[in-house]
């Protein structure tokens, strides 16, 4: 069996793999609660007072040190967003499951509409992990374990993906990958200007 026809047959078995724990996760992991549930988790504008209490938190306790944290974070979501959107999305072109026809009948779309977009990565897991990821680099000498919490919140959102019918789960590994490389680097931009931020600061 040449090469060509190995990756051929890894990536068939790969997808095959993909497809079957979707349909777990989707269409028998589920419970009446989280299905009413998880639409909201994985909507942005049920996040939006976190997001805003966040900012403002930063902002109002740490000064102009605050301020960069704060825009090196929206360069973060848009980082992940932009690559994920325009190289991934529009490079690999993977129908949604809701909108695979091979999977008609089969999945359970949680959702008023399936969306128009394609699916791999998914723009949601790649955002909130690379938040999680910036957030736990910059703040980890302040909150210590507690800023941890941020990657349960990530992997939440990003299962609600899957659970709802919109992504795969290669998709939100993919984002996940995506976006701890976002909050990397923007971590490491602003560790060069400003270092860690710490519970003894004081604002400036």
């Not at 095959?16 to 909201?40: A, V």
């Not at 009948?105 to 959702?111: E, I, P």
């Not at 969306?115 to 999680?132: E, K, Q, R």
């Not at 703040?139 to 919490?149: A, E, L, M, N, S």
Request: aromatic share 18%; hydrophobic share 50%.
């Amino acid at each position: 069996m040449d090469r060509t026809v190995l990756a051929l047959t890894l990536w068939q078995r790969l997808e095959s793999w993909d497809r079957w724990l979707f349909l777990k996760i989707n269409g028998h992991w589920t419970l009446p609660f989280l299905d009413s549930i998880f639409p909201y988790v994985r909507d942005p504008f049920f996040w939006a007072p976190v997001y805003i209490f966040i900012l403002l938190f930063v902002n109002s306790n740490y000064g102009r040190k605050g301020l960069w944290w704060s825009l090196a974070f929206i360069c973060t979501v848009a980082l992940t967003d932009g690559i994920g959107s325009k190289i991934f999305k529009e490079g690999f072109q993977r129908l949604r499951p809701c909108n695979e026809p091979d999977l008609a009948g089969h999945v359970r779309l949680l959702l008023r509409h399936c969306g128009t977009g394609f699916s791999f990565v998914s723009n949601h897991a790649a955002n909130h992990f690379g938040m999680a990821t910036f957030a736990v680099l910059t703040f980890r000498g302040t909150f210590k374990r507690w800023i941890y919490v941020a990657y349960a919140w990530a992997v939440l959102v990003a299962y609600a993906q899957i659970y709802v019918g919109v992504h795969y789960p290669a998709d939100v590994l993919g984002g996940a990958g995506l976006g701890v490389l976002a909050g990397v680097l923007t971590a490491t931009v602003f560790h060069r200007k400003w270092g860690t931020i710490q519970l003894e600061q004081q604002p400036r």
